[in-house]
């Protein structure tokens, strides 16, 4: 999965994603959830305090830049649960 900068609304919605140096728009409402995570696949032992680990996905629609005849893509955001950076698991053009 690809590292990737995301900026934040002042109420936590992403507002945009820069990807390989570009910026994406959002440009639709984001739906938000919640998934459990098979920490014994990135880690040897389960972190200390947590009897469990879920990470945050967002799922966004954002066109290229200010570019409003640009195709919507939708891209999958994990945030990375110990650093609080993020990833995109998932892009598809429309």
């Not at 998934?35 to 947590?50: C, H, I, Q, V, Y």
């Not at 195709?71 to 990833?87: H, N, S, V």
């Amino acid at each position: 999965m690809e590292h990737v900068v995301v900026r934040l609304t002042p109420n936590g919605h992403p507002a945009a994603v820069v990807r390989s140096g570009r910026e994406w728009t959002v440009a639709a409402d984001c739906v938000r959830w919640f998934e459990r995570t098979n920490w014994w696949e990135a880690e040897r032992r389960m972190p200390k305090g947590l009897s469990r680990m879920d990470v945050e996905v967002w799922q966004i629609q954002a066109r290229l830049g200010g570019n409003c005849s640009s195709p919507l893509t939708t891209m999958e955001l994990i945030r990375d649960g110990l650093g609080g950076g993020w990833r995109v698991r998932s892009a598809v053009a429309a």
